[in-house]
């Protein structure tokens, strides 16, 4: 619900449990006055009283200074002088912009966003949007925030559009969020990071004087840090505390941070970042920044993660597979890699087809000569060699099984040994002059180019005309570098990175709307754009090209604090495993993957007979349970980032099914007793498990008896209410 008091020039954004309220200065600042536990009453207008003036400070908004203002969002070059959310470039060589409050609408619903992917609702939801106007009147520059609210979900999705009606002029920066904090003492910050095979890990650390933030420079959202961030109480836990979180919809290079100043103001920020980026707008052009959706919760980072996961997976996610249960793959890589041919394929969907999978998926190497991963990438044909009867054949061959077939696809890559590359080198993204780096023999294709976006619609729309394809997995593995474009003047190149996701983008969405009844996974080497930008095209991602049971405690945990297990694909692979040599248990590596998109990553002819039954259990139960890992809320119970066991509680949507999943790498033998505490169920009532019953009441107070006394502990408790 959003609410103008008239008088008092408040704006209040409700929803079910929060408020996030701001407040017209002097008939014209935009300033933030409250974001927090749900008020049913006006805020005192002390957010703007209680600061008092301070020596030196610039005094441009007496009787204060703007540099001590909570703003909405700032700009530098006058007397604010903190990191500002807009950046801007005359052409008179001027680079100051002050934004005053213009006027505002509200709107019913949430309108789109041109060109990017963006949370949106559906009928029958209570969402409402608020547009500010604030504008530059010398420049003739217009700034519009949205402002939409999830009622129900509790969640507000926060963007800026810059419209320049004045002369030609550039950006430097727009970012999507800037959340002024008054008074921030001891509070945490809270991001994901990481690196191949080791993704969203989680790093916490205190709030210190001046600037901390994560970003990424990679032109994907990277591996190393997600576009996601927290600031919370120190105190702040699983289940209590003030959490005040926020996350880009967005793939490419971002910056998310906050600035401590001198008076223990905090300013959080998220958006594009401004490395490198620099868009230019002619009279009449603008520019729409991606959406940030930000949550608060005032009962810790568990309550955090709950909002982010139905958001995500339902007002996010969409298509055909955001409410269905999903394909349970055998993909090719782990268990072939670079070593079969069309024969392989079919035997491989055969012995998977008798276990109950119902996807065989093949992965790299099936298309022009690509023997190895140095050649190939761009030239979306059959392999003569290993598919000689083509893609047709193979897939109706699988689907005779009973099976459906999915492929691979790196459509933004290219190798520069490829009839592509030879024939279109401009095609690639490259700095004038200079040799573009290769990574992994491979250099990426310019995505700002309609002609290169053209031509990748159209070699995977001939495959799917030709092939009964259900499935693609869209991989990418390299970040960019020498970036630039042929296509643009030397202004423009600034847009590049931006331009790329634009680009992107519009691919996606294409393809995604045009073959409506296949099932997009995203990738990039594992999980190096595990983003919301790719979730609104692409419902799962492969997590982690670390398929390991014990390591993927700790990946999916972490992803987890924004990502919903619905998101993560999820494979059981062999051991000694393929990343790091480790082995584990069979019964764990398939508990480990069934909470997420479960599949399978093996030679199941070499399995033996008791891991054919095992994955053939697993299946069935996974079918069983996978309603509650997919649309019920998750509790963390144990982190595996603090003590050496994940456990993890899902809870169904009735509150009737509850599935306790207990993991441990080493265990203590003969080690202590403990109980380990559930939560959210109804305390008088009972639930069963394995002939057992137990009051809610006990299960929440006092716990579940547990000893971690054995290596790779691996337990699935499923508790019924009766
Ligand atoms: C990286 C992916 O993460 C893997 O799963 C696999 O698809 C390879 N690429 C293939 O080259």
């Not at 030609?168 to 991001?191: L, N, P, Q, T, Y």
């Not at 007002?315 to 024969?343: A, M, Q």
């Not at 033996?608 to 095992?614: D, F, H, I, K, M």
């Amino acid at each position: 619900m959003i609410v103008f008091d008239s008088e008092n020039k408040v704006f209040y954004l409700h929803t079910k449990k929060t408020t996030y309220a701001m407040g017209i200065y002097q008939n014209k600042i935009l300033l933030h006055a409250y974001w927090g536990k749900r008020l049913n009453h006006p805020i005192h207008n002390d957010y703007v009283e209680a600061l008092r003036y301070r020596p030196l400070a610039p005094v441009d908004a007496a009787p204060y200074s703007t540099d001590m203002l909570p703003l909405e969002y700032s700009t530098f070059g006058s007397a604010d002088l903190r990191y500002p959310a807009l950046e801007t470039k005359y052409r008179d060589g001027a680079y100051y912009t002050r934004l005053e409050y213009a006027d505002h609408e509200i709107l019913s619903g949430k309108p789109g966003l041109e060109g990017l992917p963006a949370t949106y609702c559906e009928e029958g939801d209570k969402v409402d949007t608020l547009v500010i106007h604030l504008a530059d009147s010398l420049r003739d520059l217009h700034v519009y925030l949205s402002y939409s609210v999830f009622e129900d979900l509790d969640a507000i999705a926060r963007s800026a559009r810059i419209e320049n009606r004045g002369e030609k002029m550039e950006i430097g920066r727009a970012f999507s969020a800037s959340v002024d904090f008054v008074g921030v003492d001891d509070m945490d910050i809270i991001h994901l990071d990481g690196a191949w095979v080791r993704e969203r890990y989680i790093t916490r650390r205190k709030i210190v004087p001046g600037t901390q933030s994560v970003e990424s420079r990679f032109g994907a959202s990277s591996a190393v840090h997600n576009p996601f961030f927290a600031v919370c109480d120190s105190t702040a836990t699983e289940n209590v505390g003030n959490v005040y979180a926020m996350s880009l919809v967005y793939s490419g290079n971002f910056i998310a941070g906050a600035e401590l100043g001198a008076f223990n103001g905090l300013r959080a920020y998220i958006g594009i970042n401004p490395q490198n980026f620099n868009f230019v707008l002619e009279k009449g052009e603008s520019f729409q920044a991606p959406e940030a959706v930000l949550v608060y919760s005032a009962d810790g980072l568990g309550e955090m993660s709950r909002i982010y996961h139905k958001l995500y997976r339902t007002r996010l996610c969409r298509g055909k597979y955001r409410d269905i249960p999903r394909s349970v793959v055998l993909n090719s890589w782990e268990t072939t890699y670079f070593n079969f041919d069309e024969n392989t394929i079919i035997e491989l969907a055969r012995s998977a087809k008798e276990i109950g999978v119902d996807t065989m998926v093949l992965d790299d190497g099936w298309f022009s000569t690509r023997d190895t991963d140095r050649a190939g990438l761009g030239d979306w044909w059959e392999h003569p060699k290993r598919l000689p009867s083509g893609l047709g054949y193979l897939a109706s061959e699988v689907n005779k099984i009973g099976m459906k077939f999915g492929l691979w696809f790196e459509p933004e890559m290219v190798n520069p040994d490829s009839k592509l590359f030879r024939a279109h080198p401009e095609w690639a993204l490259h700095t004038p002059g200079r040799e573009t780096t290769p990574t992994r023999s491979q250099i990426t294709l310019d995505f700002s180019r309609d002609d290169v976006c053209d031509y990748i619609i159209n070699a995977i729309s001939s495959i799917l005309d030709r092939a009964n394809i259900e499935y693609i997995k869209w991989d990418m593995n390299r970040y960019m570098c020498e970036v630039g474009s042929a296509n643009l003047p030397a202004e423009r190149q600034g847009e590049v990175y931006h331009r790329y996701m634009l680009g992107l983008y519009h691919v996606l969405e294409t393809l995604t709307q045009k073959y409506p009844e296949v099932l997009f996974e995203s990738c990039s080497s594992g999980g190096g754009r595990f983003d919301p930008g790719m979730l609104y095209y692409m419902p799962q991602v492969w997590t982690s090209d670390n398929s390991d049971a014990v390591d993927r405690l700790r990946i999916q945990y972490g992803t987890s604090m924004v990502y919903p297990y619905s998101s993560m694909s999820a494979h059981v692979s062999v051991c000694p495993n393929h990343t790091q040599r480790r082995t584990t248990p069979f019964k764990m590596r398939c508990n480990v993957a069934m909470p997420g998109q479960l599949g399978f990553e093996l030679n199941l002819g070499k399995c033996t007979p008791e891991e054919l039954e095992l994955s053939r259990k697993t299946i069935v139960r996974y079918r069983e349970l996978e309603d509650v890992f997919h649309n019920g809320d998750l509790y963390r119970l144990r982190s595996p980032f603090e003590c050496d066991m994940s456990v993890l509680q899902f809870i169904s949507e009735d509150k009737k099914r509850v599935i306790v999943c207990i993991d441990g790498q080493r265990g203590l033998f003969n080690g202590p007793d403990e109980y380990i505490k559930l939560r959210a169920l109804d305390p008088d009532a009972v639930y069963t498990c394995n002939g057992k019953s137990y009051y809610g009441e006990y299960l929440m107070n006092k716990g579940i008896y547990h000893q971690n006394n054995v290596e790779h502990l691996s337990i699935m408790l499923e508790f019924v209410k009766e």
